[in-house]
């Protein structure tokens, strides 16, 4: 059964047509969802690199290297499923797993913020790393990914679930566009450190780059799958009709990707899209911004204290104060208890 909502991909958007001379108009560049559409293969889809907004998330934190590596493709896939919600809202990616990275959270608010942060086992990882078993299934080991949708007071939230058994990021929301969406899709997430050039010398950046695409043919018979009851294959084979020529030539063209284009920035997306859609003709539309922006707030957290009884006050006491820090932001906020004493 299709979940109750879905991602498919619909824009109004003004559309820029690709030509050979890709210099004639402007790239969205870093940090922009830019949508795009292949109509002669009956293709919708999205793709983002992610620079400066990725790389201060990540810095703020100063997660090791696998954790950060692992957060990076959380936050690739949440602005790509994020930004095509077209009401005001969240959408919410989480892991819960029983690995030593045994959450990561990415939290996109329309329109444009994104926040994250991830929670691990220092111990567990630095006994991994020293073994050299980094890998993400290694790393989040057993559990779910979940995502939800979020359209705020007096409405439901709806959320799909994925399995996470030995399994990616990019395989599991595979999985979920094939067991609750029906929508035949591919997914494809890169992530590096790149040096780049600066004041005092060269620093290490995070990027991050992903693409989505989606077969959406009018003819409804086309567009959906049969429910395939969760098969082991390869959900990138096993879902779709291998006879069904335009979606088999859109994982072929996919498929040439190499993780680098996703991530490099003299190339970006629009170029890339040219390279993998040029013999089709490919459709350009308006790029999507997104930021690095919290939604908590001193007044936020104080209302959440002011709900706290006399004794749970007392106990949130530390040094005379009552210090609270965003786990998203690490903004810390501090309190006089004397402010709450009246309750």
Request: hydrophobic share 40%; net charge negative.
């Amino acid at each position: 059964m299709a979940a109750p909502w879905s991602f498919v991909m619909l824009e109004t958007h003004q559309v820029t047509e690709h030509h050979p001379k890709l210099g004639e108009f402007g790239y969205a560049g870093d940090d922009h969802v830019v949508p795009f559409e292949v109509g002669p293969l009956d293709v919708r889809g999205r793709t983002v690199q992610l620079g400066p907004m990725l790389d201060a998330i990540l810095s703020r934190h100063d997660y090791p290297e696998p954790v950060a590596r692992l957060l990076a493709e959380a936050c690739v896939l949440t602005v790509l499923l994020g930004t095509s919600l077209k009401f005001e809202g969240k959408f919410i990616l989480q892991t819960r797993t029983d690995g030593p990275v045994d959450m990561l959270v990415a939290d996109f608010t329309t329109p444009s913020a994104l926040r994250a942060y991830a929670r691990f086992d220092a111990d567990r990882l630095e006994a991994l790393v020293a073994a050299g078993e980094t890998s993400q299934q290694t790393l989040l080991g057993g559990g779910v990914l979940a995502l939800t949708i979020d359209q705020g007071a007096h409405t439901q939230r709806y959320q799909g679930i994925v399995q996470l058994d030995g399994e990616t990021l990019e395989d599991a929301a595979r999985t979920y566009f094939r067991q609750s969406e029906q929508i035949p899709t591919d997914i494809r997430l890169s992530v590096a450190k790149l040096l780049t050039p600066g004041v005092g010398g060269a620093r290490e950046q995070w990027r991050a780059g992903g693409i989505l695409a989606q077969f959406l043919p009018q003819s409804p018979e086309r567009m959906r799958v049969p429910d395939l009851h969760g098969g082991d294959g390869d959900p990138r084979e096993e879902i779709h009709d291998p006879t069904d020529n335009s979606w088999q030539e859109l994982l072929a063209l996919l498929g040439t990707i190499e993780p680098t284009e996703l991530i490099d920035p003299t190339i970006g997306a629009e170029r890339l899209l040219y390279r993998l859609f040029h013999e089709h003709g490919v459709r350009v539309f308006g790029g999507v911004p997104v930021a690095d922006q919290c939604s908590c707030s001193r007044d936020k957290i104080r209302g959440i204290l002011e709900g706290f009884s006399a004794q749970e006050i007392e106990d949130s006491t530390e040094d005379g104060g009552i210090h609270v820090a965003c786990e998203f932001c690490s903004t810390q906020y501090d309190f006089d208890p004397a402010e709450f004493a009246a309750q």
